[in-house]
């Protein structure tokens, strides 16, 4: 015990108690411990000399230090590190350090000092302060820590939350027998009640309460492990994994800054023009990348790119704008296109056989042309109106002609992102040619740019959004338990009662499932949304004489509305994928989404007329 507290008094102390140092993360400071040496010097004893390289640092305990520069001035130092050059780029020591009485000293080795500074973000920057303000004469300052962000939610937002995630589950228990639930339903349900609050009060991050699930319900064994952790096999998964992978390429190679820049050129130098450009973009991704994911992955870089070029304000109304334009061309056609969505699918399956040979892609794209024109037309307006104000971006074309131009041919990895990009639109447009399924095309394509070390292992690991990925296999879990447990079956019959309206009042039947889907919004899932409750809808929509496609439609861009982060997969993964934390204000971009869920209601109202004149009412 004694040793310990010597060793304790001689080395762990001084650490902690330096200005410098003792802001270091305890674990890099605990793996330092074992190369410290200690030194003892007498008084008028050289530690370095000046010019001579830069090998090791020292950490005062006792006595004091003279340090000598060549410009001819002095100062003193009596506790805290000397020799700091070894830990910055500074090859040589730039003082002569003399010891003026008996001085003790913690001797700390360079590779050691810059293994300290890999493991600590701020503390090279440190360093550097300390060496240029003794080399003005000044001694060193205690080190900035970063300012810690504020909370997102006020300090009693997070104790409600987990009291409901603790308290809602065993209500769930309790009421469940009166709701008609059965087997391992309840269970099911009072798991996925603490996940929805973890999710809804973000009290953790993204993907955790996913993996929670997943996790109860296997130890449950609510339904077979396969089963509940099919998303992490699934296409969906690999899909969003490959386009990840070509979207990562797309940013580090430069192709996305390049194509920023080519656009930039060519457009009118107004907001509205740049604007519409990235609309544009996102919307020719719709018909050929049949993922939300993929599409705001591709799109995202672009939004930070130009808003660099522009030196738009952060959290400006000017960049709030660019997002929203990149979001809204990537997200809002997605139900009139039938290969944008791998779910739009399962509503093609669900239609009767004469209805699938009647919806195929054109003919599907077709009957919502209205809906589509009607949601382009709410998207300018809703940006005039919520963004009006934003200062006007203005750029000089010869300087970005001058910089596409600095930016020479474009380069080996730029080639293969645009190679990978047409070989996946070109392979997706004929797909039922060769009948490879989309994620597997997206696959090769990935395995080729990592085979070929186009895309680098550091970038693989690093840049894809992996937490994302978990998030996404979560959801996938969830809802595979909602079929496992009989949920599905349960959720149908509460909504059995819509059937009849649809066919006698059409307008009010989209009214009523307006309000029925933002609540369930409220707690599953975009595409398991839409699953259950086509799978419920759509027979009851051929029963009651009601085209089922009407029907189908209705529920695509009605189970899509979302309101908060947590409900919507990849606008989490749009926003992480920007380029820059807080580059748009959240929430004016929040209240313009929730805008554009009234106006997806509303050009529904506005295709019913359209709908009728097909024939398909």
């Not at 296109?337 to 003919?363: E, H």
């Not at 009523?512 to 699953?531: D, H």
Request: charged letters at 10%; a neutral charge.
């Amino acid at each position: 015990m004694q040793a310990l507290l010597e060793y304790r008094s001689a080395y762990v102390e001084p650490l902690l108690a330096d200005k410098v140092l003792g802001a270091c993360r305890h674990e890099t400071l605990a793996r330092l411990l074992p190369h410290l040496h200690f030194r003892a010097f007498a008084a008028g004893e050289r530690l370095f000399s000046q010019g001579e390289a830069a090998r090791q640092a020292y950490l005062i305990v006792e006595g004091c230090v003279e340090l000598a520069y060549r410009h001819g001035g002095c100062l003193v130092v009596d506790d805290g590190l000397i020799g700091e050059e070894a830990g910055t780029s500074a090859p040589q020591c730039q003082a002569s350090a003399t010891a003026l009485t008996a001085v003790k000293a913690l001797a700390i080795p360079h590779a050691e000092l810059r293994r300290l500074v890999g493991g600590n973000a701020s503390l090279g920057a440190a360093l550097q302060q300390l060496l240029l303000a003794r080399l003005q004469g000044e001694q060193a300052q205690p080190l900035q820590q970063a300012p810690v962000a504020a909370a997102s939610r006020d300090s009693w937002v997070q104790p409600i939350g987990w009291l409901c995630t603790l308290l809602l589950p065993i209500l769930v228990l309790i009421e469940s027998p009166h709701w008609g639930l059965q087997g391992d339903a309840p269970a099911f349900l009072a798991i996925f009640s603490a996940t929805v609050c973890m999710w809804v009060f973000s009290l953790v991050d993204d993907y955790v309460p996913g993996l929670f699930a997943l996790f109860a319900f296997l130890v449950l064994d609510l339904a077979p492990p396969a089963q509940i952790l099919a998303g992490f096999a699934s296409d969906g998964f690999f899909l969003a994994m490959s386009i990840l992978g070509i979207g990562t390429l797309i940013v580090a190679s430069g192709l996305s800054y390049r194509f920023q820049l080519w656009l930039l050129l060519r457009l009118p130098d107004r907001g509205i023009w740049r604007e519409f450009g990235l609309f544009v973009t996102g919307c020719l991704l719709t018909p050929v990348v049949p993922s939300a994911n993929g599409r705001c992955m591709l799109v995202a870089p672009l939004v930070g790119d130009m808003a660099e070029l522009l030196h738009a304000p952060a959290g400006g109304k000017a960049a709030t704008r660019m997002a929203a334009s990149a979001f809204g061309g990537a997200t809002l056609l997605s139900a009139t296109f039938l290969t944008s969505k791998s779910v739009n699918f399962v509503i093609f399956g669900l239609l009767p056989s004469q209805a699938q040979f009647q919806f195929q892609w054109l003919n599907w794209a077709l009957a919502g042309i209205v809906v589509a024109a009607a949601l382009v037309a709410f998207q300018f307006a809703g940006m005039a109106l919520w963004f009006r104000g934003a200062p006007p971006l203005r750029l000089p074309k010869g300087q970005v002609a001058a910089q596409l131009a600095l930016l020479g041919p474009m380069r080996r990895r730029e080639w293969a992102s645009l190679w990978g990009i047409l070989l996946f639109t070109l392979g997706v447009s004929t797909t039922s040619i060769h009948k490879i399924a989309p994620p597997w095309l997206a696959l090769a394509i990935l395995y080729v740019l990592l085979q070929f070390g186009l895309l680098r292992k550091s970038e693989f690991k690093e840049k894809i959004d992996w937490p994302f990925l978990m998030y996404l296999g979560g959801l996938v879990g969830i809802s595979s338990g909602f079929v496992a447990t009989g949920l599905d079956h349960w959720l149908a019959a509460q909504l059995s009662g819509l059937g009849q309206l649809m066919r006698t009042d059409l307008r009010l039947f989209v009214l009523l499932l307006f309000g029925v889907l933002f609540v369930i919004r409220l707690a599953v899932p975009i595409s398991a949304t839409i699953v259950i409750v086509a799978t419920v809808l759509m027979p009851l929509a051929e029963i009651q004489g009601v085209n089922p496609w009407v029907t189908g439609m209705v529920v695509l861009l009605l189970g899509e509305m979302w309101f908060f982060p947590y409900q919507c997969s990849y606008y989490l993964q749009f926003r992480d994928a920007v380029g820059k934390e807080g580059l748009f204000d959240e929430r004016r971009f929040l209240g313009f989404n929730a805008f554009m869920n009234i106006a997806r209601l509303a050009a529904i109202y506005l295709s019913i007329p359209y709908w009728g004149m097909l024939g398909l009412l």
